[in-house]
T-cell receptor, first 117, second 114 residues
Framework: GAVVSQHPSRVICKSGTSVKIECRSLDFQATTMFWYRQFPKQSLMLMATSNEGSKATYEQGVEKDKFLINHASLTLSTLTVTSAHPEDSSFYIC?????????????FGPGTRLTVT | AQSVTQLDSQVPVFEEAPVELRCNYSSSVSVYLFWYVQYPNQGLQLLLKYLSGSTLVESINGFEAEFNKSQTSFHLRKPSVHISDTAEYFCAVTSYSSASKIIFGSGTRLSIRP
């Protein structure tokens, strides 16, 4: 149980275009989803926290107008990288949490590798 | 606020040798501690976790970690490693009061030599 999927697994786009990444909880309802970014050989950095039906909370330094997050249902959250540039190339990982705020465990997706040319 | 320190960025060991990956944390409140493993080009998988109770926790593939409150450590150990254990290992911390934000350490790359 507790499987999280991401689509696509890899995407290459041209500079200036927008890319949408989907994160789905397959066998549970995720009240909260998290989006992380990981640069090569580095740790995961939390970008934002999204709760179903409300606006995402972004971490300091993350541009909310550039990284649009939508959590429209209890099983789907999307991250859209708008007007992507080469410096946005990275590995993006989502995670999902079931239950209320007292639930500690997050289940991670397999990640999406974005390359902007 | 919490923080996690993994002092070793890389740990090379020979196959069947024991290994210890070090993790220290800092927090002003009670914490939950985790070890995650990441294989190349994949997402994170939970290896083991400490929530409460016994300070020694084990995974199904032979890893164990011990929560040491006085030393604020949660080191990961395995008595005999296998080639398939080659991966990046992340120590992580969260707390009840942090709304489940998980703070990750910088990671330790475990490379196994035959």
């Amino acid at each position: 149980g507790a499987v999280v999927s991401q689509h696509p697994s890899r995407v290459i786009c041209k500079s200036g275009t927008s890319v949408k990444i989907e994160c789905r909880s397959l066998d549970f309802q995720a009240t909260t989803m998290f989006w992380y970014r990981q640069f090569p050989k580095q740790s995961l950095m939390l970008m934002a926290t999204s709760n179903e039906g409300s606006k995402a909370t972004y971490e300091q330094g993350v541009e909310k107008d550039k990284f649009l997050i939508n959590h429209a249902s209890l099983t789907l959250s999307t991250l859209t990288v708008t007007s992507a540039h080469p410096e946005d190339s990275s590995f993006y990982i989502c995670s999902a949490r079931a239950g209320g705020s007292s639930s500690y465990e997050q289940y991670f997706g397999p990640g999406t590798r974005l390359t902007v040319t | 606020a919490q923080s996690v320190t993994q002092l070793d960025s890389q740990v090379p060991v020979f196959e069947e040798a024991p290994v210890e990956l070090r993790c220290n944390y800092s927090s002003s409140v009670s914490v939950y501690l985790f070890w995650y493993v990441q294989y190349p080009n994949q997402g994170l998988q939970l290896l083991l976790k400490y929530l409460s109770g016994s300070t020694l926790v084990e995974s199904i593939n032979g890893f164990e970690a011990e929560f040491n409150k006085s030393q604020t450590s949660f080191h990961l150990r395995k008595p005999s490693v296998h080639i398939s254990d080659t991966a990046e290992y992340f120590c992580a911390v969260t707390s009840y009061s942090s709304a489940s934000k998980i703070i990750f350490g910088s990671g330790t790359r475990l490379s196994i030599r035959p």
